[in-house]
């Protein structure tokens, strides 16, 4: 009887450590490693595997996750098995979604109606249990065998195999949403960072060619027409030697207005004859060309290029031609003669689009209709930016929302795993009871049951009763708190509330986070704050503070403090909110309440939190805030808003 209890308080004590290492292993294997090793303490567990759905393949596909062996080598967790039913014991589990027990004289026996039943060697004893998700759909199988014939699995085992394989089936559900939110917040902060260069490469363009256009509004051309665009190009690509030819078609000639180049202070000639040079071999093709060093002597020393004006010794050469429609202007000609200095095919596409806009720009100076044809131009194209503004700005507001979103899922995930391992264990001792009750009442039939057998059984009864009592007491505080909190945070309703109370209800709804980690929380808030205004909005705000002192103010395993106080100040309430945890410098203080700024990308942080809170303040709340940090002095915000809101 004794061994019973040690047994059942061995399994209580697995359970609570397989929950704790769900709320702080963000990695799967550490996980599974973890209750390889717990398991190990209640039974035989030399040999233990994990084989997992891969969601980003057909559904009948599954990797060994975890596999440790005494006599078969592990396979590569990257490599990807196909389930087909009776082929093995491990897809039957996952595809009946029922635990299977077998020993050996039976897996043989379906080796020899089907040879290829199983690929690994056969166990004296194997036993699996399928790893379901609320739907009750398959998310793996977890297994365990046994080589030898002293080691079996009894009854008792397979329950708590059973029960072990439901706490690691809700565990190993949270690990994988977190883990896929993570994913999806990653690519597409990485997609929004690639639109924002993007856009300001676009709203460099955008204002050269406004410049551009005014310049051709206010000048006749000449040389500070060609100035400005040559410093306008500039900023755009390398352009330290630069040409500007003009096509003059009345006397099919050429002319140099502009040229700036490291080797001739001065053009080679002032005006030539179409078809000579360069400039004229574009004019020729009418399309823009990029040519590195072996490209352009081919085109000399074959002769398709007739008569090259100036060095021949360069490095990388562009050339665009000006053109609108099939009337040809010029050519834009960018060189280098630095080895280090190649130009791209983006940068060609930049040489080509300034030319054709130099293009309009002349042809603006030259008739009033092709003026009114380049503004048209570039108010489409302005206004096809503020589209791609507004559509940014859209996509931020929706992560920002979804990131709301993802800290109530978490906030269901956590208290989902607090509640099964009391429920669990509520389920154990019951199982238990109810064993012991029927082995009671056959001694009693029996006539056996004397004096001290009743009284051990009372004892039994006591002890179960309790472990019941504290657990349902302790799951029924959990729901409590879920459900206020969780109504709130998805509720924009103002509603009356006390502070101080609806403080210790988010924070008993945070404790799955907080549960393993020496981090002490110190609430200093007077009683009497009874307020009418968003509780959700202040649920939210506290949530954010602490996960982000978790997250960047404390190392993992690190002890600090976190202390948060209110009082009433006329109509208002002040609140503070410390912990003394790394503390952050004055550049990234001044980046706390940007959007996706996090310093802690790919290690949990979205970069959304602290601009959430901001926005929650200022916004629903209708208050101000204010932070105060400094390295290895923590962080310190000080927040007020009114006592009661008004819409």
């Known amino acids: 009887m004794e061994s019973r209890l040690t047994r059942l308080e061995a399994v209580q004590t697995v359970l609570l450590e397989i929950g704790r290492k769900s709320s702080s292993c963000t990695d799967i294997s550490e996980f599974l490693q973890a209750v390889h090793s717990a398991l190990g303490r209640i039974m035989y567990a030399a040999n233990f595997f994990v084989a997992l759905s891969d969601h980003e393949r057909p559904a009948n596909m599954v990797r060994f996750v975890y596999y440790v062996d005494e006599v078969d080598e592990a396979p590569d967790r990257e490599e990807l098995f196909e389930l087909v039913a009776g082929e093995s014991p491990t897809a039957a589990v996952i595809l009946s979604r029922a635990t299977i027990v077998m020993t050996a004289a039976e897996h043989h026996s379906k080796r020899e109606a089907n040879a290829g039943f199983g690929i690994g060697t056969v166990a004296e004893h194997w036993m699996g249990c399928p790893l379901l998700d609320q739907s009750h759909q398959a998310l793996g199988a977890v297994v365990i065998q046994s080589y030898d014939k002293e080691h079996t699995f009894s009854d008792e085992d397979q329950a708590l195999f059973a029960l072990i394989a439901n706490h690691v089936s809700s565990a190993l559900q949270g690990l994988q949403s977190m883990d896929r939110l993570e994913r999806a917040v990653l690519e597409r902060t990485a997609q929004l960072q690639h639109e924002v260069a993007e856009r300001r ?122 053109l609108l429609g099939d009337q040809a202007y010029g050519v834009i000609i960018v060189q280098s003669y630095d080895d280090t200095v190649q130009y791209t095919q983006a940068d060609l596409d930049i040489l080509a689009f300034m030319a054709s806009h130099v293009a309009v720009a002349i042809a603006r100076m030259q008739a009033d209709r092709q003026i009114r044809m380049s503004k048209e131009q570039l108010e489409e194209q302005n206004a096809a930016l503020e589209s791609a503004l507004t559509s940014l700005k859209d996509a931020q507001g929706e992560l920002v929302r979804q990131e709301k979103l993802a800290s109530l899922g978490r906030l269901v995930a956590g208290v989902a795993h607090e509640i099964n391992t009391p429920l669990g264990i509520c389920v154990t001792a019951t199982s238990h009871l109810v064993e012991e009750l029927k082995l009671t009442r056959e001694d009693m039939a029996s006539g056996v049951l004397d004096e001290d057998g009743l009284k051990q059984f009372f004892d039994i009864i006591d002890q179960s009763l309790k472990i019941m009592t504290t657990n349902t007491q302790r799951a029924a505080a959990l729901v409590r708190s879920f459900k206020q909190v969780a109504v709130d945070q998805s509720s924009d309703d103002i509603r009356s509330f006390n502070l101080r109370k609806y403080l210790d209800e988010v924070l008993l709804s945070l404790q799955p986070k907080l549960k393993g980690k020496p981090i002490q929380i110190e609430i200093n808030c007077e009683e009497h704050i009874n307020m009418a205004s968003f509780p959700g909005a202040i649920s939210q705000i506290v949530t954010n503070m602490v996960v982000n002192s978790l997250v960047h103010g404390f190392e993992e395993g690190q002890s600090g403090k976190i202390t948060i106080s209110g009082k009433v100040d006329g109509d208002f309430v002040d609140f503070d909110y410390s912990d003394d945890g790394a503390g952050m410098d004055s550049s990234t203080l001044g980046q706390l309440f940007d959007p996706f700024f996090t310093t802690k990308r790919g290690s949990g942080g979205s970069g959304l939190g602290a601009h959430i809170l901001f926005n929650l303040v200022t916004g629903a709340l209708g208050g101000t805030v204010k932070v105060v940090s400094a390295p290895g002095m923590g962080l310190h915000y000080k927040l007020r808003f009114p006592k009661i809101k008004r819409k």
Do not use: C
Request: charged residues 25%.
């Open 201 to 322: 490469r676009a709203e460099n363009i955008q204002r050269g060619l406004y410049e551009l256009a005014n310049l051709s509004a206010t000048a006749t051309g000449g040389s500070r027409l060609n100035l400005r665009l040559h410093q306008i190009i500039s900023e755009l690509v390398p352009a330290k030697n630069f040409l500007m030819a003009l096509y003059h078609p009345d006397t099919k000639e050429i002319s140099i207005p502009y040229f700036v180049d490291e080797k001739d202070e001065h053009a080679p000639v002032k005006r030539f004859d179409y078809g000579v040079g360069m400039s004229s071999y574009v004019l020729q093709r009418k399309q823009a060309m990029l040519l590195d060093r072996d490209g352009f002597r081919a085109l000399v020393d074959s002769g398709e290029m007739e008569h090259p004006l100036g060095h021949v010794g360069i490095a990388s050469w562009m050339g665009a031609p000006m």
